[in-house]
């Protein structure tokens, strides 16, 4: 039971840092990333050809995000903000570029399914009450600990991430006050994107990386966004951690239909509250 | 214009008619999949253009109608093609109706996740359910319709015909439906759905129905695309295949019927064409998307209006 907890916490933080960023762009820019899921999917492919040149997965980690991070602050700079589109259109673009980064990965890394190796520290397993665990999934929940608190250590406790709560709230007047929040807002999809791509990385050792990871991923962090409410970190948190539970006891109960466990959760969500559980209403 | 229309309309009837009797195999069939794909686009067009609902998730409808023909005329025990087109049409009346009772209590970017996620769940009980689906391998040997006469829907020209038919008479019912006062209730409720209610519209109603009617349509897509292929897999009810959906109604131009069924002409002929010369079909088409919602956003139906204008 508790080991079961700990797999759901576990992935239930890989959901995080991918619902994060995705939940920090719709509160901001209103605009929900559908290309989020191929951002992790590019996080893995790139994380996973860095470890193997240089033999480094904490490398590969931090290089895949910081690419894939470069790739998602040049897409809202150049792409997103370029031209004066409503939130709809927008949204359309991002899934564009589905498209785009689907094709892209399959020709730079074939269509065969990859995998990861852990990072030899963090190999093997140890003993939890009498049940052993994979060091590594403990290592992703403390991983993703961290940055759910240095997220909100830099949403609660810095200038910038004032600013970042300021424009969710009222964008408008922000820019009112001669903040540039267009600069923030490029930073805020980079970070998400870094997170997203980072996610694949560090995933990767569990999940792998695949052609069509990009849209199960996606699916999965739109249901964790929406779940939690979109716009807020506590309530991605909230979702992911939901989340991850429900899948993993879901892939317990119901090995076949775990998946439709949570798109009713979705759905019920979606009509009872739209906001989600810990968003604004709008 | 209008006299343009009344030229161009049994002009391309002519064509539609005429031409397949001197096309080569290869070319009939791709004119066969432009017309089924050309029903499933303009119904989308009703929900997205109309009604601005922009839905991720109507590869649902079509895939619904595909799976019953696989699932029902594999196992033998109907062969005639009324009862089997009414069964999956009904499958179809029904997964419309309570997709689209939940999915009209949201707009706009709900909506557009909520339809996503029913389409996937189908998608996911499709791959899933392998007793009935045959998930991921799909279910083959689905043979052309059996009308009861001695019409032999095997021949690729007859199929052409067969599809031709259900092209004109979906055709000509959605624009019926378009010239309707219903569907200008539904545009009304497009540009501002407050208002409408105001004025005493029901309008979730109205969108359920468009929303079913829209469906139905789909559904019949997918009837003939199960029929087309001989083959139906878990890919008739994928993410792909509805954002193809959108991507054609975006780049033939929502909102004007005629447009959708452009768009699915051209990324089909694209499609086709592309898949010759390389595998990058969804780089290509993925930058042809983002190019027209960043600069063409009325796709080529807008365009042309605009230089009829003048």
């Known amino acids: 039971m508790l080991i079961q907890i700990l797999n759901g916490l576990s992935f239930g933080f890989l959901l995080f840092l991918l619902g994060s960023g995705l939940s920090l762009m719709f509160g901001l820019m209103g605009i929900v990333n559908l290309s989020h899921g191929s951002y992790f999917m590019l996080g893995a492919y790139f994380g996973l050809s860095v470890s193997k040149w240089t033999g480094s997965f904490w490398l590969g980690a931090a290089l895949g995000g910081v690419i894939t991070g470069v790739v998602g602050g040049l897409t809202e700079r150049f792409l997103l903000r370029y031209v004066h589109l409503r939130h709809l259109d927008q949204v359309l673009l991002t899934f564009g570029f589905v498209y785009i980064f689907m094709d892209l990965s399959k020709w730079f890394w074939g269509g065969d399914p990859l995998s990861l190796s852990k990072p030899a520290l963090l190999n093997g397993s140890i003993d939890i009450f009498g049940d052993s665990f994979p060091v590594y999934r403990l290592a992703i929940i403390i991983i993703g600990f961290l940055i759910a608190v240095l997220l909100w250590l830099f949403q609660e406790k810095t200038l910038i991430g004032a600013i970042v709560r300021a424009g969710v709230d009222d964008r408008q007047m922000v820019t009112g006050l001669g903040i540039n929040i267009n600069l923030i807002s490029t930073g805020v999809f980079a970070l998400g994107a870094f997170m997203a791509g980072f996610g694949g990385v560090v995933g990767g050792p569990i999940l792998g990386a695949y052609q069509g990871m990009d849209l199960e991923v996606l699916i999965l962090a739109l249901v964790v966004v929406v779940v939690g409410g979109l716009g807020s970190l506590k309530g991605a948190l909230l979702g992911s951690l939901l989340i991850g539970m429900l899948d993993n006891f879901g892939k317990a109960l119901f090995p076949d239909f775990a998946m439709v466990t949570i798109f009713l959760a979705m759905a019920v969500i979606l009509l009872l509250k739209p906001s989600g559980l810990l968003g604004k209403p709008s | ?310």
């Open chain 2, 1 to 310: 214009m209008n006299r343009g229309k009344s030229i161009a309309i049994p002009l391309i009837l002519l064509v539609l008619i005429i031409v397949p009797l001197f096309l080569p195999t290869y070319s009939l069939n791709l004119l066969t999949l432009i017309l089924i794909f050309g029903i499933f686009a303009a119904s989308l067009d009703l929900l997205v253009g109309y009604t601005g609902l922009y839905s991720l998730g109507h590869a649902a409808f079509w895939g619904t109608g595909a799976y019953l023909i696989g699932i029902l005329s594999t196992r033998g025990l109907i062969t005639n093609f009324l009862p089997l087109f009414l069964l999956a049409i009904l499958a179809v009346a029904i997964v419309a109706t309570i997709f689209g009772a939940l999915a009209t209590k949201v707009t706009g970017i709900y909506f557009l996740m909520i339809t996503f996620c029913f389409n996937q769940v189908l998608f996911v009980i499709a791959w899933k359910w392998r007793a009935v689906t045959r998930g991921d391998d799909g279910i083959p040997g689905i043979v052309r319709p059996d009308l009861g006469i001695s019409l032999n829907l095997g021949d690729e020209l007859n199929f052409y015909y067969f599809c031709l038919l259900f092209f004109l008479a979906s055709a000509w019912t959605m624009v019926r439906i378009t010239e309707s006062p219903f569907c200008k209730a539904l545009v009304g409720i497009r540009d501002s759905e407050s208002r409408m209610q105001t004025l005493g519209f029901p309008t979730r109603m109205f969108k359920l129905l468009c929303f079913v009617v829209s469906g139905l349509f789909a559904g019949v897509a997918g009837i003939l695309s199960a029929y087309y292929n001989g083959f139906v897999s878990p890919l008739d009810l994928s993410l792909v295949l509805s954002g193809e959906g959108l991507i054609m109604n975006i780049i033939g131009g929502v909102g004007t019927l005629w447009g959708p069924i452009v768009g699915a002409a051209v990324i089909t002929l694209l499609k086709h064409l592309v898949s010759g010369y390389t595998v990058h079909w969804p780089l290509i088409v993925g930058g042809i998307f983002i190019l027209v919602v960043m600069f063409a956003r009325g796709g080529i139906a807008g365009a042309l209006k605009e230089r009829w204008k003048r």
